[in-house]
């Protein structure tokens, strides 16, 4: 099944500090690749998004870079506010596409 | 964006005991629904994963004797944790999808149960 890694498992940065958070994966047929955000005591939530035929996708302060050949991709967090202090997730499906796996998860904390 | 209600949001029961929790898309129909486990500071781990009418497809490592799946209707999924034992108390979590193949994105949680078996 899909192998996904994810790096670092803590991060702390300054405020208005950027924020980058890595996955890799097994699957070279995994075509589409979210990132989660769980706040403390709450359900995570779909923060981006990225699909394999773009390269990088951008939503105001937050970015997505896929790397497919060396199966990665990267969230990117600019100018970090302590509400974004959360843990993140990435994720990757299945090689049948019916299920995510998700990464272990990065704690983010942004110091104000 | 769409709903996904988890009941209860905690519960406490003893050891022995078996502790049922409910998923249900409240604004959707949800064609799969999938089960996470989440231990403290730790990622989601899948379960297993139910579609409609069909029994559940559980990851390996997970009894299927000890989390019963049941996905009765478009709108509710159930996991119990039968004869739950302190080993057994984790965060779990739920997540629906209107659809069978995952790459459309959408994919909704639950709030989570708490579970603390004593």
């Known amino acids: 099944g899909e192998n996904v890694e994810q790096h670092p498992s803590t991060l702390s940065v300054q405020e208005g500090d950027s924020a980058v958070i890595k996955c890799t994966y097994s699957?070279?047929?995994?075509?589409?690749f979210p990132w989660y955000k769980q706040e403390l005591g709450k359900r995570p939530q779909l923060i981006i998004d990225i699909r394999s035929n773009v390269g990088e996708k951008k939503d105001q302060r937050i970015a997505v870079t896929l790397n497919k050949t060396a199966k990665h991709f990267s969230l990117h967090i600019t100018e970090t506010q302590p509400e974004d202090s959360a843990v993140y997730f990435c994720a990757a499906p299945s090689y049948n596409f019916n299920k995510f796996y998700f990464g272990s998860g990065t704690k983010l904390n942004v110091k104000p | 964006g769409a709903v996904v209600s988890q009941h209860p949001s905690w519960v406490i029961c003893k050891s022995g005991t078996s502790v049922k929790i409910e998923c249900r898309s409240l604004?959707?129909?949800?064609?799969?629904m999938f089960w996470y486990r989440q231990f403290p500071k730790q990622s989601l781990m899948l379960m297993a994963t139910s579609n409609e009418g069909s029994k559940a497809t559980y990851e390996q490592g997970v009894e299927k004797d000890k989390f019963l799946i049941n996905h009765a209707s478009l709108t509710l999924s159930t996991l119990t944790v039968t004869s739950a034992h302190p080993e057994d108390s984790s965060f779990y979590i739920c997540?629906?999808?209107?659809?069978?193949?995952?790459?459309?994105?959408?994919?909704?949680f639950g709030e989570g149960s708490r579970l603390t078996v004593l």
């Open positions: 604004d959707f129909q949800a064609t799969t």
């Open positions: 997540s629906a999808s209107p659809g069978i193949r995952v790459e459309t994105g959408e994919l909704f």
């Open positions: 699957d070279s047929a995994s075509n589409y």
